[in-house]
């Protein structure tokens, strides 16, 4: 069965540095997702992607974060300049074409800022 | 604002005992609802969702609009269904999650 997969399984990075989280989606998928989880709380969505540009953004997807589909498999989530609270597990998810369509959740990477 | 709301950060139930994982949900429209289960080390996974009306390793959840809920429930726990749950409402494409409930089965 075909899975999300998502690299590095852990980043750790100092305050100030670009960090780039990887994820390659079901290969059919159309929507893109990313999500994080600090700590102890609870899983947020961060951004959707289709058709190449962003569909939604939440207010924690300042112009801190971008995300890029360069080719024709990879989904990238960039953090220009990392600060502590974004320390976190993050997510990438993808569906298929159909609004209430399953998505499919990547392993995470967790992202430890020091 | 949409909310999803799991009351319950950790149950504890022994072996064979029913279980009750509750979830209750702010939207008024009709909602889409779904359970997601991340065993240890693993990813998030949907366990069921509520427009296919299915079984899945025996959990059920039934829509109840007028108490806005949508609980999970199995009749017999097994061992191997410990785990975190979360509730789920999908809005706009996205999934808005609740804060998770750890269910640990005791043997």
């Known amino acids: 069965e075909p899975e999300v997969t998502q690299t590095p399984s852990h980043q750790v990075t100092q305050m100030g540095q670009e960090v780039i989280l990887r994820c390659v989606p079901i290969s059919n998928h159309l929507y893109f997702y990313w999500y994080r989880q600090i700590l102890g709380q609870k899983v947020e969505f961060l951004v959707s992607f289709y058709n190449n540009e962003i569909s939604e953004k939440s207010e924690i997807f300042d112009d801190q974060f971008s995300v890029e589909r360069p080719d024709g498999s990879n989904f990238t989530l960039k953090i220009r300049s990392t600060k502590l609270e974004d320390s976190a597990m993050y997510f990438c998810a993808s569906r298929g074409g159909a609004y209430t369509d399953t998505q499919y959740f990547g392993p995470g990477t967790r992202l430890t800022v020091l | 604002a949409q909310r999803v709301t799991q009351p319950e950060k950790l149950l504890s139930v022994f072996k064979g005992a029913p279980v009750e994982l509750k979830c209750n949900y702010s939207?008024?429209?009709?909602?889409?609802l779904f359970w997601y289960v991340q065993y240890s080390r693993q990813r998030l996974q949907l366990l069921l969702r509520h427009i296919s009306r299915e079984s899945i390793k025996g959990f059920t959840a039934d829509l109840n609009k007028g108490e806005t809920s949508f609980h999970l429930k199995k009749p017999f726990a097994q061992e191997e269904d410990s785990a975190m749950y979360y509730c789920a409402l999908l809005r706009t494409g996205k999934l808005i999650f609740g804060q998770g409930t750890t269910l640990q089965v005791k043997p």
């Open positions: 939207y008024s429209g009709s909602p889409e």
